[in-house]
């Protein structure tokens, strides 16, 4: 089997949500995943179904962490085996209920959201990728999140109260999941679960990156403290070299370098293509192409006559 997932960094084995839950789980599996090939990277056309994450097995190709779980239950590899029929089902009730109101606003928040999409999303994808691979990848997916998030939410709602909107309906996700977790350890008994993975891919993202705007999401997740210990838990168990240390905007500006930034190779590219048409529309490059001569002179008795006119 061949695993595509999205990569990460230092912060998050990966920025993704849902390559971070399949991550998750397999992670939780242990040694019994090994077997597993994982191909990691940011570029959407190098997986076979151009989402992330994808699972090649058995000739087939299945996309989507619901849907990558499921198969790999199917191998033999599950963590859901004690869970009882009551639970299973009030449990695909909640997971339908987090891509519905978490996914839905960590996208608005790390894409739609100009400050973050402008600080934080492009500084990323800047610094994991050469020029022009992040102009493509930011094109393509901020496209997917527009389009998302229109045909979720009413047209005539605004940017603006669209954001409202999807902030409120994901703290009150929240409350519920706190109020589901309790003062246990795990959602489901006393060992984690696919539930436990689904989870913690939404709040690891939430909790380990500080955005400079509608962070709203991040405070509220740090006022349930069984959330953020259970996230905390959860790090520790599944991806204990993960620095914990939340990184700010600030930290993306600085260790960016301003040649990969593609803003900037984006504006040179039209600055230089706007100079190469110039020239030809002025015919520069047929005088430089005959040997004729291409700069201005301006003679002596020229100054003089020019002179004259203020006498």
Known sequence: MKLFVHTGDEYADS????????????RLLGSNSTSIDIVRTCKYWKSPSSTFPALVANGKVYSGAENVITQLKKQGLNLDDRILSDEEAEVTAFT????????????????????????????????AAYFPIPLFILSQQHRYV?????????????????????????????????????????FCGNNPSSFDAFVFGYLELIAQYQLPSNNRLQFHLNSLRNLSKFCERMRKLAFPETKTRPISSSTYASSVPLWKDPTVWACVIVGGA??????????????????????????????????SEFN
């Open 274 to 307: 706007a100079l190469v048409l110039q020239g030809y529309r002025v015919g520069l490059f047929r005088r430089i192409m005959n040997g004729e001569r291409w700069w201005p002179i301006q003679t002596r008795n020229d100054t003089h006559e020019d002179l």
């Open 15 to 26: 920025i993704d949500p849902e390559s971070l839950q399949v991550l998750t789980y397999l």
């Open 96 to 127: 339908s209920l987090l891509q519905d109101r978490l996914k839905l606003a960590l996208l608005y928040t790390h894409w739609s959201d100009s400050k973050n999409y402008t600080e934080v999303t492009r500084k990323w994808y800047s610094k």
């Open 146 to 186: 527009e389009y998302k998030l229109i045909t979720e939410l009413p047209q005539e709602t605004s940017n603006d109260h669209r954001g409202l909107e999807l902030l409120n309906r994901a703290e009150e996700c929240l409350d519920m999941l706190s109020v589901r977790l309790k003062d246990k350890e795990y």
